[in-house]
């Protein structure tokens, strides 16, 4: 039973548009979200995260946004570079523990 | 430079024998995390320890054993028993940052490949 789904295994995006990430989760008890970018053969790197007392969080070109009621967050990241290009994970933190979804891949295209 | 360690970043070894992933941190962070990754799999957790001579089963845990000595260092092993042991296995610290919440940082990885 999957608490945290990332349901897109793929995104295309022109460079300079905007991309969004999608991410849904069931555990009503998640207080905190997470993104992580994971480039091949490297570990994930943090990239921004929300507490869900916010229902959005900016740090330059990325925000996220929180939709408690609907169970939804989304990273948008505009505008989009080739360096974007990667895996994006999204977590959930409940307790010790932190619940990564199954990822999306980011095609940044020329 | 505060980090994650993990050596070697790739390792070969025959089946049948067991082999130890090494993974340190100088961050000071109390919770450390095993996980494998496999394509179309996400993060999957094998095994994590939130203190010293302490560690509990993740999701994955049959096949592999772990231990928790010093605050620094948490060794995995991967034993003969795993029956799918080729994988990249990824290390992570966290750090506690209000309520219940938790923010990880990763290792580099290492790319275990048995033949």
């Known amino acids: 039973d999957q608490q945290v789904k990332q349901n897109s295994p793929s995104l295309s995006v022109q460079e300079g548009r905007i991309s969004i990430l999608n991410c849904d989760y069931t555990?009503?008890?998640?207080?905190?979200f997470l993104w992580y970018k994971k480039y091949p053969a490297e570990g994930p790197t943090f990239l921004i995260s929300i507490s869900s007392i916010k229902d959005k969080n900016e740090d330059g070109r990325f925000t996220v946004f929180l939709n408690k009621s609907a169970k939804h967050l989304s990273l948008h990241i505009v505008p989009s570079q080739p360096g974007d290009s990667a895996v994006y994970f999204c977590?959930?933190?409940?307790?010790?523990?932190?619940?990564f979804g199954k990822g999306t891949r980011l095609h940044i295209l020329p | 430079d505060g980090g994650i360690t993990q050596s070697p970043k790739y390792l070969f070894r025959k089946e049948g024998q067991n082999v130890t992933l090494s993974c340190e941190q100088n961050?000071?962070?109390?919770?450390m995390y095993w996980y494998r990754q496999d394509p179309g799999q996400g993060l999957r957790l094998i095994y994590y320890?939130?203190?010293?001579?302490?560690?509990q089963k993740g999701d994955i845990a049959e096949g592999y054993s772990v231990s928790r000595e010093k605050k620094e260092s948490f060794p995995l092993t991967v034993t003969s028993a795993q029956k799918n042991p080729t994988a990249f296995y990824l290390c992570?610290?966290?750090?506690?940052?209000?309520?219940?919440?938790?923010?990880?940082?990763f290792g580099p990885g290492t790319r275990l490949t048995v033949t």
């Open positions: 977590a959930a933190s409940a307790d010790d523990k932190i619940i």
């Open positions: 320890s939130q203190i010293v001579n302490d560690f």
């Open positions: 555990n009503s008890m998640f207080d905190y």
């Open positions: 961050l000071n962070h109390d919770a």
């Open positions: 992570a610290s966290s750090i506690f940052v209000g309520a219940s919440s938790y923010e990880q940082y």
